[in-house]
């Protein structure tokens, strides 16, 4: 893993825009994996700005969500079909055909499931999958004590995440306790992961991920064993890591095509 701490979210979101901007820039059609929540909306505006002085285009791109709720419709509130026009969709130039983001209001989603692991497939794979992490450890909603090879399917929600959820919706009786979510060995697949973290309520799980045992009960540790993951926190969700010094010594003796600082 390479871990990249900044001050405050919107020095992390810079960062990372700027990770996602390479693959637009330097790949013919790229495919990018995308993730709703709070901690990518300030990754969503970077975008939007770097698309508005006209410096990436999403034309030539394709894009595949990572999750959402079953039973919402893609016009709910709070679906992540309306989150994403909200927050990116409807501000930049990628076709509505390039769009690819997991139905939850489909009749059969056994076959859904496999109709999104086939079209992932066929897209020739993702390039860059941009994940959140949750405070139990979930990426995308899987959550702990779950297979660490799954692919996309229909996941429970824990209790936890469903609390988490909550503040999104009325109350927590609103919140669907099931999702369809790609699974962990579909981002496994990716060929390059980025993991997005801020606050200190992060922290434990962060932890976990980045210096504990590879284990179910923290998911997303399983990255541990991805080829290549960058990690983007803030100083708060970074504030637990044994190894934080280490860290920043190595980002600090980077060279010139490794650091994304770099024009």
């Known amino acids: 893993m390479e871990i990249i701490i900044r001050d405050n979210p919107q020095d992390c979101a810079r960062v990372a825009a700027k990770i996602v901007a390479k693959y637009l820039r330097g790949k013919k059609g790229p495919v990018l994996g995308l993730a709703t929540g709070g901690t990518p909306e300030g990754l969503y505006r970077q975008l939007i700005s770097l698309y508005r002085a006209k410096k990436i285009s999403f034309k030539n791109s394709t894009t595949f969500n990572l999750d959402e709720y079953v039973g919402l419709t893609h016009s709910h509130p709070q679906s992540y079909h309306r989150y994403m026009k909200e927050h990116l969709f409807d501000f930049i130039d990628i076709p509505e055909d390039k769009i690819n983001i997991p139905d939850g209001t489909a009749c059969d989603l056994r076959q859904t499931c496999l109709d999104y692991e086939a079209r992932i497939k066929a897209s020739g794979g993702i390039d860059l999958q941009v994940l959140g992490i949750g405070r139990n450890g979930h990426i995308g909603f899987n959550e702990p004590m779950g297979s660490l090879s799954s692919r996309t399917w229909i996941k429970i929600l824990t209790e936890n995440t469903i609390k988490d959820n909550a503040r999104f919706f009325e109350d927590a009786g609103k919140v669907p306790r099931h999702v369809i979510t790609m699974g962990i060995g579909t981002i496994m697949e990716a060929r390059h992961c ?20 590879v284990t179910a009960k923290w998911p997303a540790s399983a990255l541990q064993f991805h080829k290549r993951t960058t990690v983007v926190l803030d100083e708060a969700a970074a504030s637990l890591l044994f190894h934080k010094e280490h860290y920043g010594w190595v980002e600090k003796n980077l060279l010139e095509w490794q650091n994304y600082e770099m024009p």
């Open 194 to 213: 980025m993991v997005m973290a801020c606050g200190w309520k992060k922290s434990q799980a962060v932890k976990a991920m980045i210096e504990g045992p």
